[in-house]
């Protein structure tokens, strides 16, 4: 073979209206591979096109909500970081120092009655920072 030698997995399906989807498992390959492996998901941006937001709550109260600035926010298809200040959860009551849950959810939340899309979502690093006060010097 030559030098580059390049190894994909895929799926199809026979209809375009379909959603198909397919799990790879213990997948190997051997001789003098390189490490350059690369992966793309394929379909993020096929979600239905809904909000996305959180949610926090103390064990009584309503919740909090954020809703992210996009409204069609399940269609985003590049990691994007989404950075809430705590103070638009306290601005709406929530004794921050009290949390009990937090709810991340796509559509209205709360709206059990309407039933929303299907897709996939990918989170990570999901962290909670305190802010660094401005010092005088």
Known sequence: ???NVYVGLALTGHSAGATCEAKFSGVQIT??????????????ASNAAEPLYVALSNSVGTP???????????????WT????????F?????????VDRIAIGLGT??????PGGSGKMYFDD????????????
Request: glycine content about 8%.
């Open 64 to 78: 909090a909500i954020v809703v992210h600035d996009e409204a069609n926010a399940a269609t985003i298809d590049t």
């Open 90 to 98: 306290a601005d709406q009551g929530i004794n921050l120092t009290n």
């Open 109 to 114: 939340q709360g709206n059990m009655t309407t």
């Open 31 to 44: 001789g003098t591979v390189g490490p350059q492996w690369a992966n793309q998901d394929i379909g993020i």
């Open 81 to 88: 970081e989404w950075v809430i200040p705590l103070q638009v």
């Open 126 to 137: 999901i962290s909670l920072y305190r802010l660094r006060e401005a010092t005088e010097e």
């Open 1 to 3: 073979m030559g030098s």
